[in-house]
């Protein structure tokens, strides 16, 4: 019974010490701050806060809850007050830590209450920015900057609101500063509105202050208030009206305040009044410069100037007074006229030629296009080509002078030819019967002494121009570039004359492409070819295309280049570019046009004979003809050529131990497939069908199956007349084997394969045998047994 | 290649008198070459060959005279300073 007694107290005794355990007590204090009972929990954790590492912290978090569910905020406050607090009684650096994150939320909520508090004032914000600057935030970082950003918007609301106060009582300065602060705190708070609107209201503050102000890339402008804005811009309108920038001026009324308005209406009139006395000025100018022109003491230069000022006074005046633009316009031609007279006269060709070309249509005036013609032939004598301007120069030349209406208009200068008539009959310039017009002095007759024949003219004056050109231009490129390309402008512009039957412009092709009326010459040669299926009106048409179009001469130019493309993969030895090429939609283009498709095989026929005699044992060549031969759909020639080639190279090759006879075979089936009626090869052939066979029986080759394959090939219906004519070669090489083994004492028979003895003798082959077997199978069967 | 009227000295309506004594006239003269000299008058006696000679005068176009533009336009006045700055005032 005592020992009962002892246990029940000791039992007591230890129950009372393991409930007085810190640990035991932090158990139970969770689990009342687990059923929200904070009060108590408190009361647990303050018994064991030294005792424990974890209870400073677990307090601080009852009273921080204890904070967020009191409805009043002076009691809130005090909880997180008291929160705070705990700080001081915490002795171990290890509860510190743990302490730190709650102590964070409760500044946390501090820091929120003093924002609402706030309202926009600018002082309290800043205070409480300051607050949330120093105090502890570990753990709560993100939230105590998003409320600080809070801040930053808040602040750029209310400095945006100060300066517009400022703005309205005139300080200007001052309420720019705080634009510009409240500009800054919106960039950090991504307050879009405040920040537009600021740098609206900053440049109109510096209008209203008289700065001198450029909006260009002002995007933000765009983006605010639209009363602003109109502010804004009126204002800088009005400004750059007062420093007479009026184009920028009529920029921004145009662009900015296109609305109804009596005050933007004002700004219109202005600026109508502006152009009414620039108009003014520019007439007065004008007239000046008329009288200095009328007393000739205007130099070229000067008249240059005046000449090319027109256009833009034209455009400026037509606004104001159209009937005043139109009769400077009117003073064009006559300037234009004296301009060029005066550089004629000074042997400025470069800068009448210059002048010329800028004029509108020039070509359509016979005494321009002579004046041109005189230019070019002038600047040329002078030595003055280039590889930049030659090109230029002779077409201009030649286009005048093959202008029967600029000689034509030669004739008007002269008085001489009172006792002359002249004919038009052997006139280079035209192909059509009749001008429309001609002078009385004039006639399509015969040419005799006294009707003088104006294509003489015409040839005198390109003789003329030849000489010089072939003999006075020293530079050797030079001279070639230049004699080249005026003998193809001059063929090109011939051939054009030839086939053109109506009175149309005749230009070289760069002077029509420089021009742009190449298509209109193009358009004509089409129209010949559909009137009479004439090919040589699309191939005079082919210097004059400039870009790709729907024209016939288009499609015959592209049906040539691809010939020319093909002639270029031959001499690069580019079988696959000829295959590529090799499409039914561009054979349709060649088969299109007669004069091309033709030719096509004669073409390639003669690039692959080039390609052969720089060297007539390139393999490379092999496949390019092979696709040559497809390409072109007429070629016999082609593969005649094909199979001598390939021929030739065997043989050599063979003869000179660089080829086995089973590649010789192999090269020579493309020949016989190609010419399977052309003797040559099929000799050569039918030797090296023997060659091969001969190596099989004497285990000179590892190409037995290769070898067989091309054979049974021959043997399918491959065998022409020719190679059945000539295949006794085989069936004699068959005899001699035959003769050698009777000679040896073999059983001929054994090697019959239609011989019943060889079935009946019982006897067998070895490997050697049966190969002899079937070589001598192959030599009868190819031969003509 | 010189302008055989500049060579001979003869205007470009000279007739075939004119041309044939220009011609002994510039021989003696001897400013030009004898050889360019009788080129010069061959040119002028062979009609085709002078028309070719008389293509390099340039052509007359034909312009009106030019006269001073008359316009009844007149200077105006402006007044940017009498521009109401205040139309659009958006802080009212």
Redesign the interface.
């Known amino acids: 019974m005592e020992i009962v007694i002892v246990l029940i107290i000791v039992a007591i005794v230890g129950y009372l010490i393991y409930q007085s355990l810190p640990n035991t007590k932090f158990e139970k204090a969770q689990n009342l701050f687990n059923a929200k009972d904070y009060v108590q929990a408190i009361t647990v954790l303050n018994e064991i806060f030294e005792k424990h590492v974890d209870a400073p912290a677990k307090l601080a978090e009852c009273k921080l809850n204890l904070g967020k569910q009191a409805s009043a905020k002076p009691e809130k406050v005090n909880y997180f007050n008291e929160v705070v607090e705990i700080r001081k009684r915490i002795s171990k650096s290890e509860s510190i830590t743990k302490f730190e994150s709650i102590e964070a939320k409760a500044l946390f909520e501090i820091a929120l209450i003093q924002y609402e508090e706030t309202k926009g004032d600018i002082d309290k914000l800043n205070q409480n920015i300051k607050f949330i600057d120093t105090v502890n935030k570990k753990g709560s970082e993100s939230d105590f900057s998003s409320l600080k950003k809070k801040h930053f918007y808040d602040l750029a609301d209310s400095h945006f609101k100060k300066a517009?106060d400022k703005?309205?009582s005139d300080k200007l300065s001052e309420a720019i500063q705080i634009y510009n602060t409240g500009k800054d705190y919106a960039e950090k708070s991504d307050n879009k509105t405040v920040k537009n609107n600021s740098v609206t209201r900053i440049a109109?503050c510096q209008l209203?202050r008289n700065d001198k102000i450029n909006l260009d890339d002002v995007s933000e402008i765009g983006y605010s208030?639209k009363?602003?804005q109109?502010?804004l811009y009126?204002?800088y309108a009005?400004q750059l009206?007062?420093n007479k920038e009026y184009t920028a001026a009529e920029k921004v009324i145009s662009s900015n305040l296109n609305f109804k308005?009596a005050?933007i209406d004002?700004?219109s009139e202005?600026l109508k009044?502006?152009k009414?006395?620039n108009?003014?000025t520019k007439?007065e100018e004008?007239?000046t410069l008329?009288?200095q022109?009328?007393k000739k003491s205007l130099s070229t230069e000067e008249l240059k100037a005046f000449y090319d000022s027109l256009d833009k006074t034209i455009n400026e005046v037509k606004f104001?007074?159209i009937q005043?633009s139109e009769?400077?316009s009117?003073?064009k031609?006559?300037?234009f006229?004296r301009l060029?007279?005066q550089y004629?006269s000074a042997e400025q060709f470069g800068n009448a030629i210059s002048i010329i070309q800028k004029y509108p249509k020039f070509w359509e005036?016979?005494?321009?296009l002579?004046?041109l013609?005189?230019c070019c032939?002038g600047y040329t004598?002078k030595g003055l080509l280039t590889e930049r301007n030659y090109q230029t120069v002779i077409s201009g030349w030649l286009t005048s002078?093959f202008s029967d209406r600029?000689?034509l208009?030669?004739?008007d200068?002269?008085?001489?030819?009172d006792n002359?008539t002249?004919t038009l009959v052997e006139a280079i310039g035209s192909n059509y019967s009749q001008h429309e017009e001609t002078p009385d002095n004039v006639n399509y007759d015969e040419i005799s002494e006294s009707n003088?024949?104006?294509g003489?003219?015409q040839k005198?004056?390109l003789q003329?121009f030849e000489?010089?050109i072939h003999k006075e231009i020293q530079d050797a490129n030079l001279s070639k570039l230049v004699n080249d390309f005026y003998d193809k402008e001059k063929e090109a512009l011939e051939n054009v004359i030839s086939v053109i039957e109506k009175d149309v412009f005749f230009a070289t092709p760069h002077f029509a492409k420089q021009n742009g009326f190449n298509n209109e010459i193009i358009e004509e040669l089409d129209n010949d070819y559909h009137n009479y299926s004439n090919e040589e009106a699309l191939e005079a048409g082919v210097p004059y295309i400039k870009n790709s179009n729907s024209t016939v001469v288009y499609q015959y130019f592209y049906a040539n280049d691809l010939i020319d493309k093909v002639k270029a993969a031959i001499n690069n030895e580019n079988s696959i570019a000829i295959k590529n090429l090799n499409t039914k939609e561009n054979k349709q283009w060649i088969e299109k046009f007669d004069s091309i498709s033709e030719l096509v095989e004669d073409k390639l026929f003669n690039s692959i004979s080039n390609k052969i005699s720089e060297d007539d044992e390139n393999e490379k060549l092999i496949p390019v003809m092979e696709e040559c031969i497809l390409f072109s759909s007429q070629n016999a020639k082609l593969k005649y050529q094909y199979s001598n080639y390939v021929a030739n190279y065997c043989i050599s090759k063979v003869n000179e131990n660089e080829m086995d006879n089973f590649k010789a075979l192999s090269l020579m089936k493309g020949a016989y497939l190609r010419s399977p009626n052309n003797p040559k090869i099929v000799k050569n052939f039918i030797t090296l069908i023997r060659f091969n066979l001969m190596d099989i029986l004497n285990d000179r080759t590892r190409k037995m199956n290769e070898i067989y394959t091309i054979l049974d090939w021959v043997k399918k219906n491959n065998m022409s007349q020719t190679y059945k004519q000539n295949s006794n070669e085989l069936s004699t090489a068959r005899r001699e084997i035959i003769q050698q083994l009777k000679k040896a004492g073999a059983d001929i028979s054994l090697f019959d394969e239609s011989s019943f003895s060889s079935l009946l003798s019982g006897h067998s082959l070895n490997s050697q045998g049966l190969k002899m077997k079937k070589v001598l199978t192959y030599l009868k069967e190819l031969g003509n047994e | 290649m010189t302008n055989p009227y500049t060579i001979l000295g003869v205007s470009q309506d000279a007739d075939k008198a004119e041309i044939m004594k220009a011609q002994m006239l510039a021989m003696k003269k001897k400013e030009f070459a004898l050889q360019e000299i009788a080129i010069a008058a061959k040119q002028l006696l062979d009609p085709a060959k002078r028309l070719a000679a008389d293509f390099m005068y340039p052509a007359k176009i034909k312009v009106k005279r030019i006269q001073p533009i008359q316009s009844t336009l007149t200077h105006q006045e402006i007044y940017v300073n009498a521009l109401n700055d205040n139309a659009f005032n958006s802080l009212k």
């Open positions: 517009t703005e309205k109109i209203k208030d009363s602003y109109k502010e009126y204002r009005i009206l007062k308005s005050d004002k700004l202005i009044a502006e009414n006395n108009a003014v007439i004008i007239n008329i009288e022109l009328q104001i007074d005043v009769k400077i009117a003073l031609p006559t300037l006229n060029l007279t004629i005036s016979p005494e321009l002579k004046n013609g005189i032939y004598s002078v600029v000689i208009k030669s004739l200068d002269t008085t001489w030819d002359y002249f003088i024949s104006i003489a003219t005198e004056l003329q000489t010089i």
